[in-house]
């Protein structure tokens, strides 16, 4: 392949990955935003729906509140003789259009009923004996409060086995049950039941029907909706098999918990967005399931649609935006190619017709200038040739220099044996093995006991030169004598301590030389009990202006060789010595 056609091969992978990627990121949020407004719009529906429901329980509510202090209710049931029979159909009749002023009006509703152990007063319905029911009892048990007793059964609850196989349109209904004690205010007395007066029941009835038509009318197509009470029994559903029932699938509990929010979960295999609210009246919650593919099915086609027609139409035009470009960028390499065949083949007069300036244009410049450079270098190299061999015997002059210092100090030392000056001879003896171990081609890294062979000349030295001022001790490990340290680690620390720690005392110094190894770590400390020194001079000696060349050469090698978490601290008190601590890696 050319270099062009591999250009816009890269150009075409260059633009297909973006598109692809952007056209991907932009079908997902789209959809994802869509996704999201359609999940808040079902959970502003099924808030709605739930205050709408509050609205009218809570008026059933107030007005069963109403009953407790009417008068006329207070007066039949004070005064009713349970056991006369014209009594109880005469006080029926009072007793139906009370509750009728109060609950006829309301929509939804479908029976209203007070019970008592003797008589139903208010609308007739198949019911038996209700007290005998648990909507009764569980009344009884409120002591006064308000039940919503949730949708059940009508042929269980009142244990009316014949109805089973007619079709009744009171099947399945719901209930707000509570005992009522009248009591009126009499001028300023407050007048209550008699204590023998049985206190009723009030019982008002709905048709599941009424949860069912609220829902199905608002929620989007394609949706399942269920109310469960507290112990998760289903109030209302769009499966009617599982009215009354009790709801067993463990997801519910989560959200009894969060009590009002949306969800995103998986139900049989499908991806749903389930909304749900709790009644602030009854307590039930309400949840609204919906499959997301029902929420944005029918916009899928067209973002899908709208991203590849995008997609293409971009890409076409970035096709012959590359096609022009690459063709810019090949046509300079060409013309320089061709030069450079002619520069090969050694043309050097070769120039290349500038009429750009750009990038290439400035490139072709810079051929022509490195061409006639090519001509200056040819004769330039043989000069540089001379030079380096001029290099070359000045660097074997130099070595010869050491090797005649060495035949000197040899002769030095010669001449102080002849003349019985045993101490000078072993003096110049350390001088010349030191010099030799400082002079050596290689200045890498050598074994610890080469460095301690050293130090100890170095040692020998001073202390004639000091007149035995101070000793020195050792306690290295003997491992650490087999591996490497770099050359003349101690020498400035021991040189500051010698030089200016006893520099104001006659004798008793001492300089204890430490070596050990920790948690892989090789640890070496050089302590002397001199004069020691400020904070300040120790913060001047590692990171200001200091004379200390040689201890800052020391911790510049260390942190090049071995890294920045290796290196040199220094603690010392003044009167109290001073201690330098090294750390290498072992």
């Known amino acids: 392949m050319t270099f062009r056609s591999r250009l816009l091969a890269s150009y075409i992978i260059l633009i ?29 529906i099924v808030k709605k729906n739930n205050e709408i429901m509050d609205t009218k329980l ?3 509510d107030q007005n069963s509140q109403a009953l407790f202090v009417d008068k006329d209710l207070f007066r039949i049931f004070n005064s009713l003789d349970p056991n006369n029979e014209a009594d109880l159909l005469a006080a029926d009749r009072q007793v139906s259009a009370v509750l009728t002023k109060y609950f006829s009006q309301i929509e939804d509703v479908y029976a209203y009923q007070l019970w008592t152990t003797y008589f139903t007063f208010g609308q007739t319905l198949p019911q038996g004996d209700p007290t005998n029911s648990d909507i009764y009892r569980t009344a009884r048990q409120a002591g006064g409060k308000m039940v919503w007793y949730p949708t059940y059964d009508f042929i269980d609850m009142f244990n009316q086995p014949y109805l089973a196989n007619g079709k009744i349109e009171f099947r399945y209904l719901f209930s707000a049950t509570r005992i009522l004690d009248f009591s009126y205010l009499s001028n300023t007395t407050l007048e209550k039941l ?22 199905e009318k608002s929620i989007p197509d394609g949706s399942g909706y269920l109310v469960l009470d507290l112990d998760k029994r289903v109030v209302a559903s769009n499966e009617s098999d599982h009215i009354s029932k009790i709801y067993k699938e463990n997801w519910v509990e989560q959200l009894h918990l969060a009590g009002s929010g949306t969800r995103r979960i998986t139900l049989d295999g499908v991806k749903m967005i389930v909304c749900f609210d709790r009644s602030q009246v009854t307590g039930w919650m309400s949840i ?65 017709v500038v009429s750009t300036n750009d990038e290439f244009g400035i490139l072709l410049q810079r051929f022509n200038r490195m061409n006639d450079r090519i001509r200056l270098l040819v004769s330039e190299n043989y000069e540089i040739k001379l030079k380096e061999q001029e290099a070359e015997i000045h660097a074997l002059n130099m070595q010869m ?23 000078l001879s072993k003096m110049l003896v350390c001088l010349s093995n030191m010099l030799h171990y400082t002079s050596r081609k290689e200045w890498g890294a050598v074994h610890l006991s080469e460095e301690m062979e050293w130090m100890k000349n170095y040692f020998y030295i001073m202390s004639v030169r000091f007149e035995e001022k101070f000793l020195v001790s050792y306690e290295i490990d003997s491992i650490l004598y087999d591996n490497k340290v770099p050359r003349l680690l101690f020498q400035p620390f021991v ?3 010698i030089l200016h720690g006893f520099d104001q005392i006659e004798s008793g110094g001492l300089i204890r030389i430490r ?25 001047t000696i590692l990171y200001g202006e200091s004379s200390s060349v040689g201890i800052k050469n020391t911790i510049a090698r260390i942190r090049i060789t071995y890294g920045n978490e290796y290196g ?19």
């Open 288 to 352: 609204v399931m919906t499959p997301e593919s029902a929420l944005v099915g029918s916009l899928v086609p067209i973002i899908r649609t709208s991203s590849i027609f995008l997609a293409v139409i971009m890409g076409i035009v970035a096709l012959i935006f590359a096609y022009f470009i690459s063709g810019r960028i090949t046509n300079p390499i060409k013309k320089l190619l061709g030069a450079m065949r002619s520069v090969g083949e050694g043309d050097f007069q070769t120039r290349v």
């Open 58 to 60: 809570k008026i059933i």
């Open 194 to 215: 008699d204590a023998g007066v049985e206190r009723p029941v009030l019982t008002i009835s709905f048709k599941s029907e009424a949860l069912k038509s609220l829902y």
């Open 515 to 539: 070596g050990w190894i920790d948690q892989g770590i090789r640890h070496f400390e050089v302590a002397d009990n001199g004069r020691g020194m400020s904070s300040d001079a120790v913060h």
């Open 495 to 497: 040189e500051n301590a």
């Open 16 to 44: 297909a990955v973006p598109l692809i990627v952007l056209g991907t990121l932009f079908y997902h949020t789209s959809l994802q935003v869509v996704t999201d407004q359609a999940q808040k719009n079902v959970y502003e």
């Open 401 to 423: 220099n050491p090797h005649f210092l060495y035949n000197t100090l040899n002769v030095m030392n010669w001449t102080a044996i002849e003349n019985d000056q045993k101490e």
């Open 568 to 586: 040199v601290e220094i603690s010392s008190k003044l009167g109290f010595g001073t201690k330098v601590t090294i750390t290498l890696p072992l």
